[in-house]
């Protein structure tokens, strides 16, 4: 689990990176929560994340936001942060250049910056958002989301409501074969204090699900 640090928009990023032991393997980006409110890479949830695509031989790199550890450069309201993270992005993929696909997680302000990365990346044909700050930060730009994901709350999230996630990815238009799922972890907080087992498996078997199917380009092809 190397450090890396590359060059950002705004200065030096600086990231963990798990190379895979399998030639030609999918890429992973996991996005952490927001940086003003103590959100970094080794949140354990990230973290979680970032050894679940790391385990199903996965390349994925988890990296801090400007201004956070020692990524330089300032909060910038989501906007430079979505910079980060397509320069993240580019520089996974030059380190995996035969990557056959990509997926984004993130985790509050994570899926918010994540969900934005993916309408301008074709390459990113799944995502794994925690905790969808949908009450804080508008989805509206999913117009339409170009990729399958899934959306996953806790029913007793006091921050991000999950009744308005659910609201908000169940207007969400889709491209033609794609589909936005939305679960929920029973009890569970916005950091799914005491239920970070049962998040994790809902995220394991939402990807094995997915990875046991053939690629989105392919599955709905007309």
Same mark, same amino acid.
């Given at each position: ?12 990023? #600086? ?44 390349? =994925? ?51 918010? =910056? ?66 936005? #799922? ?15 087992? #049962? ?21 709905? #092809?007309?």
């Amino acid at each position: 689990m190397p450090e890396i640090i590359f060059t950002g928009p705004e200065g030096r990023l #600086e990231g963990r990176y798990q190379r895979s032991r399998k030639e030609n393997a999918p890429i992973a980006l996991i996005l952490h929560p927001h940086p003003q409110f103590g959100g970094t890479m080794n949140d354990k949830i990230t973290y979680e994340m970032y050894h679940l695509f790391a385990r199903r031989g996965f390349a =994925v790199m988890r990296f801090n936001f400007r201004g956070v550890g020692k990524s330089e450069g300032e909060y910038d309201q989501g906007h430079g942060e979505l910079s980060d993270a397509a320069t993240a992005l580019d520089y996974l993929q030059s380190l995996n250049p035969t990557a056959p696909f990509a997926w984004v997680a993130g985790f509050s302000f994570g899926t918010y =910056v994540g969900m934005q990365l993916l309408m301008r990346r074709p390459e990113i044909v799944g995502f794994i958002s925690v905790s969808a700050a949908t009450n804080i930060f508008d989805f509206s730009f999913l117009a339409p989301c170009p990729s399958s994901g899934v959306v996953i709350n806790g029913t007793a999230d006091k921050i991000c409501s999950p009744d308005a996630a659910r609201d908000v990815m169940a207007k969400t238009r889709t491209q033609k074969g794609r589909r936005i #799922e939305f679960q929920t972890i029973e009890g569970a907080d916005h950091f799914f204090v005491d239920h970070e087992q #049962e998040l994790m498996d809902a995220a394991s078997a939402y990807l094995d699900r997915r990875l046991g199917e053939p690629p989105e380009g392919l599955l709905f #092809e007309d």
